[in-house]
């Protein structure tokens, strides 16, 4: 099946249980993450033929595995754009939002796109190679300052100033234009027997700058608040502890520094109810079969019956 070569879809059949589809289900649904298709396939299969169901994917790759049903509609866009976009639909008001962060399979395993550090291909990392700054321009304009700042916070290297002097120094006499160049420069600093870690932190980093990752899932939770109504699915699969961390924090407090609101009584008010504890994680049998799995951490949770303006208006 082409959409599962492209990109397997993790944790299957708890993202179906947790966005709140069954059979025949109606109602109006968005998968935030595009990609191959796998986890929209799999809502469509539940979908009554009244239902509704809004891709969105910003990769121009994901375009050729849009699915032949009158019931899905691709929107190749940033999901940061989701509300903008659904509006120009019609759509005010969605029953369920999935997103399945990250990088997929088949971004890391196209060697010209420059996400993997197993290819020697230009320094690109754009999600979208039609718009904004490539890793390569981050390498020769950054500041010492600026490359520690991304390397620290995106990356969480332990020491992210020597990487950024080593980046400046080499960028001296060669521009840093292909991930081999990028491993070149700071390979001397990777610690003995972890170097494919090191590496994969330093691509980390700049991907997440290139792409503004973190801004744009920030936005897109936001924008849920208005989009859905009470009881409502929000589905957020993440594969690194910067971006679990703020889902994790949203969901439990309605923003990213987990401050909740309380009234009078002492009661949380929170636009979001977690439905687990702890985040979901796959089983060893998909943990086996799909390794990608291996690091995916799945929350779930429901949208309570209050608006922003009542949060506000009742916190003590």
């Known amino acids: ?25 109606s109602g109006t649904y968005v998968d935030a993450t595009f990609g191959g298709g796998g986890h929209s396939q799999l809502i469509l299969d539940h979908l009554a033929p009244s239902g509704r169901l809004f891709g969105f994917d910003q990769d121009a790759d994901s375009r050729a595995n849009a699915l032949d049903d009158n019931r899905f509609k691709l929107i190749p866009e940033n999901f940061r754009h989701i509300r903008n976009f659904l509006r120009l639909e019609g759509v005010r008001s969605i029953d369920g939002l999935l997103g399945d962060l990250g990088v997929s399979s088949h971004q890391f395993d196209v060697g010209t796109r420059g996400f993997s550090i197993r290819f020697d291909a230009p320094l690109d990392m754009r999600m979208n190679q039609q718009a904004g700054p490539s890793a390569a321009d981050l390498a020769a304009d950054y500041s010492v300052e600026e490359l520690t700042r991304i390397l620290r916070q995106y990356g969480e290297l332990k020491r992210p100033d020597k990487v950024a002097y080593a ?8 521009a840093l234009t292909r991930t081999g160049d990028l491993i070149a420069a700071t390979t001397h600093l990777a610690p003995r027997g972890k170097e494919n870690q090191f590496h994969a932190q330093v691509f980390q980093a700049f991907r997440i700058e290139v792409n503004d990752e973190l801004g744009a899932l920030k936005t897109l939770l936001e924008s849920t608040i208005d989009l859905m109504p009470e009881g409502a699915r929000l589905v957020i699969i993440s594969y690194h502890s910067l971006e679990d961390r703020l889902v994790k924090h949203f969901m439990r407090s309605g923003n990213f520094n987990d401050d909740i609101q309380r009234n009078i009584k002492g009661q949380a008010l929170c636009p979001f109810e977690p439905l687990q504890r702890r985040a979901l994680v796959a089983d060893e049998a998909e ?15 429901t949208r309570t019956a209050l608006s922003l303006e009542e949060i506000k208006s009742q916190a003590a």
Do not use: W
């Open 167 to 174: 980046i400046e120094a080499a960028r001296r006499s060669k």
């Open 287 to 301: 943990q086996e079969t799909n390794p990608r799995s291996r690091s995916a951490r799945l929350r779930v949770a």
């Open 1 to 25: 099946m082409k959409q599962r070569a492209y990109h397997i879809p993790v944790l299957a059949d708890q993202c179906i249980e947790g966005i709140g589809v069954s059979n025949r289900s």
